[in-house]
């Protein structure tokens, strides 16, 4: 089974390029970790999104 991330998180983006790359190689899954729900007390004490809106 072969597979493809073109991120690590969803909301992080990924270079074109990158991803007509890895589905040229036929992979039989393409999938992308959701990332994590904890960044860290910055982003909850700051009351900003880790993430923009569009994500």
């Known amino acids: 089974i072969s597979l493809i ?20 190689l036929k992979p039989d899954v393409i999938a992308c970790d959701a990332g994590s729900t904890d960044s860290g007390p910055f982003y909850l004490g700051s009351g900003t999104p880790k993430m923009t809106g569009i994500s």
């Open 5 to 24: 991330s073109p991120t690590g998180a969803l909301g992080m983006g990924f270079l074109d390029q990158s991803l007509e790359r890895g589905i040229s």
